[in-house]
């Protein structure tokens, strides 16, 4: 079964740094997401994408944010200058169209900054 | 404001019980969507409605919505233990890019 897919699964790294989030959606969808999940909250929507465009985004997805689709098959979420509250879970997910909506998400990347 | 509150936020119940999960909403809605989390897992979406849907039943799960009171609710019959989980509604708005909104779950835990 098809199955979106995230790397790293941990990512570690110091405030201030850069860090990309990998995720590779299922092949036939149209429309990605990333979300961001603080450890015991709830999961927050970050922004969505279609046609080599964000579609829509949230308050929380500032200009430390962005995102790319780099080839054809990755997407990736960019922070620029890492703080502390960053720390969190980040999911992708895709669908096959934006109506149904119904999403497929991957594991996660848990991102620790120190 | 929150959009997708649930209630209760944790519920502890037997094997074999049904358990009832709630959700509101403030603003309108494309759809409503409910997922299900294991403890540090991604989430696993389990069941849609539109909006011009009432019910909806999906194996042990079923799914009411009123969007007169901007409310619906998950029903899991016949609970197992591989049921524990937090449980998350998500309403999908069509603001020009159909922004998902999450709830702030419930966690249900079935004791065998």
């Known amino acids: 079964e098809p199955e979106v897919t995230q790397t790293p699964s941990h990512q570690v790294t110091q405030m201030g740094q850069e860090v990309i989030l990998r995720c590779v959606p299922i092949s036939n969808h149209l429309y990605f997401y990333w979300y961001r999940q603080i450890l015991g909250q709830k999961v927050e929507f970050l922004v969505s994408?279609?046609?080599?465009?964000?579609?829509?985004k949230s308050e929380i997805f500032d200009d430390q944010f962005s995102v790319e689709r780099p080839d054809g098959s990755n997407f990736t979420l960019k922070i620029r200058s890492t703080k502390l509250e960053d720390s969190a879970m980040y999911f992708c997910?895709?669908?096959?169209?934006?109506?149904?909506?119904?999403?497929?998400f991957g594991p996660g990347t848990r991102l620790t900054v120190l | 404001s929150q959009q997708g509150e649930e209630d209760p936020q944790a519920l502890s119940i037997q094997e074999g019980e049904n358990a009832t999960m709630n959700c509101s909403y403030k603003?309108?809605?494309?759809?409503l969507q409910w997922y299900r989390q294991n403890s540090g897992r991604g989430l696993v979406h389990l069941i849609l409605i539109r909006s011009n849907e009432r019910e909806k039943h999906s194996g042990r799960l079923r799914v009411t919505l009123d969007t007169s009171k901007k409310s619906s609710s998950l029903l899991i019959t016949a609970s197992r233990a591989a049921d524990t989980a937090s449980y998350f509604c998500?309403?999908?708005?069509?603001?020009?890019?159909?922004?998902?909104?999450f709830g702030a779950g419930t966690r249900l835990f079935v004791k065998a």
């Open positions: 603003t309108s809605i494309n759809n």
């Open positions: 998500a309403t999908v708005r069509n603001t020009g890019g159909f922004k998902t909104i």
């Open positions: 994408f279609y046609n080599n465009e964000i579609s829509e």
């Open positions: 997910a895709s669908s096959e169209s934006a109506v149904l909506n119904e999403q497929f």
